[in-house]
């Protein structure tokens, strides 16, 4: 998960701006001890179509490209110190979704710089432009990073993007409601148009995404991953936020970060969210311990989500069999360890029904055949299938609406692992505050 804790503005996602033919307002001078009035100006514009009264003026200051490199390094590191990165890194290819030599910091780092036009940090309320831009873009760029800023002064970003629960696909869905008004504003800011007015939005941002792709070379070659990670809040948190405004009919932002989404899943399924909502199960593994043997280290643990289901199987089958196999997702967790065998996966998910956990077994079988280069099956039921790999066994079974993956396990601590995880315990993710009945229409 690209987790980070400074909102960063994408040229690829603001050429939405361009495709829709919006003219862009942009200050007559970029010198830097003229960019306060500038954007005082701009500041007021965005309180205004936010909502979001502004509390104390924000510091703006130019980043120099030479610059943008040491401060991204930084942030990178203070996100992801070497257990967490090397953890995190090597349950990414276990999974699949990276090839085994893939320097996940040095990719990183190079999208951002690549990418990075301008960010706001919530750890010292600035607000950074980076030199190189147009007038224009750095117009658009702005008017995004001072809705953070407002954000930030009443919802405290920092609070909504530091979690530890292990729990990223609940930090991704926060991030979709944060990227996603920031870009709605913008929008609004450089077009006039009313963002429930508008559009369906989730298809045009997409499309006007891969008309620029090419342009951006190091993002066009990095991990599909990588890529859908990146884009994720803006695109399908823009259209979660314009489907949040058609039904809620107000901009009521205190309402909306009050009750945050709590999975991609009710990102992607607005229909998920709300006074009906579907709330995400949180699995626990911690009956792990009883049976993990002493030599095991713990790599990472984490939830998938929706998204990265859908993914993961994307990665090996067809789209329409991931988008299928994947719905229904009602929560998950895994843990990866290192042992003598290499790294082994245990990840145990539940869903909605057991015809969905079905779906996703069916799928995950295929998977498994597609995955490994030499793979045969030792056993095999109508709920479980056992498989001997050039990466030790990997075994599958469904169990009313749960499904288990292990992956990279020997024989003889397979039974005790199995009976461990299986007998974890799912309790629903509650939020602090139940939506109001007369609020959701």
């Known amino acids: 998960m690209c987790r980070c804790r400074f909102l960063i503005s994408l040229p690829l996602v603001l050429a939405l701006v361009f495709l829709c033919g919006a003219a862009l307002i942009q200050p007559d001078s970029t010198q830097e001890e003229e960019l306060s009035e500038w954007v005082d100006e701009i500041l007021q514009q965005v309180s205004r179509l936010s909502g979001l009264s502004v509390k104390h003026k924000v510091q703006v200051k130019f980043k120099e490209r ?35 030599d893939t320097d996940v910091k040095e990719l990183l780092l190079s999208i951002y710089e690549e ?31 001072l809705t953070h800023a407002l954000q930030d002064q009443h919802f405290d970003l ?65 991990p599909s991953y990588f890529q859908r990670h990146l884009l994720f809040p803006y695109i399908e948190g823009t ?23 709590r999975s991609t899943e009710q990102v992607i ?42 993914m993961l199987i994307q990665t090996f089958l067809s789209e329409h069999e991931a988008r299928q196999a994947s719905r229904g997702w009602d929560g998950d967790s895994y843990h990866t360890y290192q042992a003598e065998e290499g790294v082994i996966l245990i990840w145990l998910s539940t869903w909605d029904s057991p015809g969905d956990a079905r779906e996703f077994y069916t799928a995950y079988k295929s998977l498994i055949q597609k995955k490994y280069r030499r793979e045969r099956i030792e056993e095999e039921g109508d709920s479980f299938s056992l498989w001997q790999t050039e990466q030790a066994l990997v075994y599958l079974e469904r169990r009313g609406a749960d499904v288990l993956v292990i992956e990279g396990i020997s024989r003889p601590l397979l039974s005790s692992v199995v009976s461990a995880t299986l007998s974890s315990s799912k309790v629903p993710i509650f939020r602090g505050e139940q939506f109001s009945q007369s609020l959701i229409k």
């Open 269 to 310: 399924h607005f229909e998920k969210y709300g006074e009906a909502e579907d709330l995400p199960v949180a699995v626990d593994l911690s009956r792990l311990q009883e049976v993990i043997p002493a030599d095991w280290r713990l790599l990472y643990r984490n939830v998938m989500g929706e998204l990265d289901v859908e």
């Open 158 to 222: 920092l609070s909504l993007l530091e979690d530890n629960s292990d729990n990223d696909d609940l930090i991704l869905a926060r991030q979709a409601v944060i990227e996603g008004v920031a870009t709605a504003v913008m929008i609004e800011y450089l077009t006039g148009g009313q963002l429930a007015e508008l559009p369906e939005l989730g298809t045009l941002m997409k499309s006007a995404v891969e008309l620029q792709i090419g342009f951006t070379p190091v993002f066009s070659s990095a």
């Open 66 to 100: 030479e610059e943008l490199r040491s401060y991204l390094l930084g942030k990178i590191d203070e996100e992801y110190p070497p257990a967490r990165l090397e953890g995190w890194q090597r349950s990414l290819v276990k999974f699949g979704f990276l090839p085994a």
């Open 239 to 261: 259209a979660f936020y314009q489907s949040y405004l058609k039904q809620m009919k107000s901009k009521d932002l205190s309402h909306l970060f009050s009750h945050l989404p």
């Open 115 to 145: 990418q990075v036009g301008g960010f706001y940090d919530p750890e010292t309320k600035q607000l950074f432009l980076v030199k190189g831009y147009t007038d224009q873009l750095r117009g658009v760029i702005a008017s995004h990073e």
